[in-house]
């Protein structure tokens, strides 16, 4: 039985942030990603000619911040669209580097 504890706990997550099984978690941020470049490509990208260097964040519904201060636009658009449902990016420029996922065991 302690085996079956062990190789549940490996399983998940570690830290309090999730329970969700590694396998689920892979997937959810390449949603989260393609969601989050679709919205810049749509609604960001429009703005690069002048707004380039500021930051954005989209709503899920298209709605924007725009703000040269990084914290101030998080903020807002927490308060306004609530955690976790808008893309953050700054306008103009490509991510310098690529998700990686690893294995919490």
């Known amino acids: 039985m302690e085996q079956r504890s062990e190789k549940r ?3 998940l997550v570690q830290g309090g942030m999730s329970l969700m099984p590694r396998n ?4 959810a941020l390449q949603d989260l990603a393609k ?25 899920e519904e298209g709605k924007v911040i725009i ?15 609530g955690p976790g449902h808008f893309a953050f990016y700054k306008i103009g420029f490509k991510a310098t580097g690529k998700w990686r996922i690893t294995s919490a065991s």
């Open 35 to 59: 969601r989050n470049a679709e919205l810049y490509e749509k609604y960001g990208r429009p703005l690069e000619k002048e707004h380039k260097g500021k930051f954005v964040a989209i709503s």
């Open 67 to 81: 703000d040269p201060n990084d914290v101030q636009v998080a903020q807002k658009a927490i308060e306004e669209f």
């Open 9 to 11: 706990t490996s399983s």
């Open 24 to 27: 689920t978690i892979k997937p």
